[in-house]
C-alpha cells in the first residue's frame, strides 16, 4: 500500500511559479515511477508530467513543456513538480500518482494505482 500526501499548491498571478511536493510513504519508493496529472472542473483528468525510477527520464506533455519539471529525490520519498510561467490555463486540481508495475513512462492515468488526494493551483490573469 502506498500513500501519498501533496502539498505546494495555491493561489498565484499568472507568470508566476509554485513548486508541488508529494511525500510518499514506505521504503520502496525508489522502485515507483511517479506521475503528476491535473484536472480542471468539468475536463478529464489531464497528464502533466512522469519521471523514471532513478529519474534519469522524464516526460512532459507538451502544454507544460519549458515551464514545468518533475523531479524526486529518493532519499526523502518524495517527488516534486517546479512551475514557472504559469497560466491560467494551468489552473487545476493537482495530483500525484504511482506507477509500481510499469517499465516504461505513461501518460496513461489508468497506468496509476495510487493516487494523492489532490491539491488545488490557482493562476489568476
Known amino acids: 500500500q502506498v500513500q501519498l500526501v501533496e502539498s505546494g499548491g495555491g493561489l498565484v498571478q499568472a507568470g508566476g511559479s509554485l513548486r508541488l511536493a508529494c511525500a510518499a510513504s514506505g521504503r520502496t519508493f525508489s522502485t515507483y515511477l511517479m506521475g503528476w496529472f491535473r484536472q480542471a472542473p468539468g475536463k478529464e483528468r489531464e497528464f502533466v508530467a512522469a519521471i523514471s525510477r532513478s529519474g534519469g527520464s522524464t516526460d512532459h506533455a507538451d502544454s507544460v513543456k519549458g515551464r514545468f519539471t518533475i523531479s524526486r529525490d529518493n532519499a526523502k520519498n518524495t517527488v516534486y513538480l517546479e512551475m514557472t510561467s504559469l497560466k491560467p490555463e494551468d489552473t487545476a486540481v493537482y495530483f500525484c500518482?504511482?506507477?509500481?508495475?510499469?517499465?516504461?513512462?505513461?501518460?496513461?492515468?489508468?497506468?496509476?494505482?495510487?493516487w494523492g488526494q489532490g491539491t488545488q493551483v490557482t493562476v489568476s490573469s
Open positions: 500518482a504511482v506507477d509500481q508495475r510499469g517499465w516504461v513512462l505513461s501518460r496513461s492515468p489508468n497506468e496509476y494505482a495510487y
